[in-house]
């Protein structure tokens, strides 16, 4: 369903400029301690790595009508998802603990800064900036040092800072 979502609004981006302006799609990935560990026996297969991924729906704030003149353009609101301790190789997994007390699955609710459009206003048009610019719309730098709250949807609710979660 999130393959078809992605895709859909790809093509959206690609048709409608305005929709491009407002709205892209981002993923931050640090890898675990547990995908780093011997008992993981397949180290190229980041795309798999859960348990440090975060993926964000980004509203960029500088394609609101109203917000297009203002220092707000440089905003990004952040509407994500992550989950922690899923993977087997995670020292807090089911697996490695012989209970789900450490699973979480969270919403993520931040803001991040929208490096694409400083680059594009303030960083001339080089093809370096215009790179460096490009995958900032899709790999989000910020998710490592998230400025925002998850809920854990797998405990009551609970509302964190950042991506943390508390690990045994």
């Known amino acids: 369903v ?8 790809a093509l959206a981006q690609a048709r409608w400029p305005a929709v491009d302006d407002l709205l892209d799609y981002s993923i931050t990935w640090l890898p675990t301690d547990g995908f780093l560990s011997p008992r993981n026996k397949n180290k190229t297969d980041f795309a798999t790595d859960y348990s440090g991924q975060l993926i964000t729906l980004n509203v960029r704030l500088g394609g609101v009508p109203g917000l297009k003149e203002t220092f707000l353009k ?4 952040d509407l ?9 190789y995670d020292s807090c997994s089911k697996e490695e603990t012989g209970t ?19 680059l594009r206003d303030h960083g001339g048009r080089s093809r ?22 998850n809920v854990d949807r797998n ?10 979660i508390d690990l045994p």
């Open 128 to 149: 370096a900036t215009t790179m460096i610019g490009t995958a900032s719309r899709y790999y989000n730098i910020f998710g490592l040092v998230p400025l925002g709250l």
């Open 74 to 77: 440089y905003f990004r609101v």
């Open 100 to 118: 789900w007390a450490w699973e979480t699955r969270n919403l993520y609710f931040g803001f991040s800064l929208d490096i694409a459009r400083m």
């Open 80 to 88: 994500g998802y992550f989950t922690r301790c899923y993977q087997p």
């Open 2 to 9: 999130f393959d078809l979502l992605g895709v859909a609004l």
């Open 155 to 164: 405990h009551d609710n609970r509302v964190r800072f950042g991506t943390s």
